[in-house]
């Protein structure tokens, strides 16, 4: 019914800086939080972060904390992700996600999922 398609990811260097994006299409979206989650190798899927529909709630994950920045633009059905002072651990493939709300997300419940791509931090 609704789908995401992420893109923006890529290699960087330690320090450096990505912007991803989350273009979705179809229906719903209105509505909707959008979240970011990131799989790395050998690990679990976490939350990265999360906005609700209106922008008045934003999550964000104690590991990205004034390094990323969550925000969508409704009417373009777009979120975003920019990611500064990367690090190494922050190497993943990352997901966006539409979800009832900003709280759901945090509790890994989602409705629509991305495929994902791949974010690469050197040291």
């Known amino acids: 019914q609704v789908q995401l398609v992420e893109s923006g990811g890529g290699l960087v260097q330690a320090g450096g800086s990505l912007r991803l994006s989350c273009a979705a299409s179809g229906r719903p979206f209105s509505g909707y939080a959008l979240g970011w989650f990131r799989q790395a190798p050998g690990k679990e899927r976490e939350i990265v972060a999360a906005?609700?529909?209106?922008?008045?709630?934003?999550y964000y994950a104690d590991s990205v904390k004034g390094r990323f920045t969550i925000s969508k633009d409704n009417a373009k059905k777009t979120g975003f992700l920019q990611m500064n002072s990367l690090k190494a651990e922050d190497t993943a493939v990352y997901y966006c996600?539409?979800?009832?709300?900003?709280?759901?997300?945090?509790?890994?419940?989602?409705?629509?999922w991305g495929q994902g791509t791949q974010v690469t931090v050197s040291s």
């Open positions: 906005i609700s529909w209106s922008a008045g709630r934003t």
């Open positions: 996600a539409l979800g009832l709300s900003t709280a759901a997300l945090v509790a890994r419940t989602a409705d629509s």
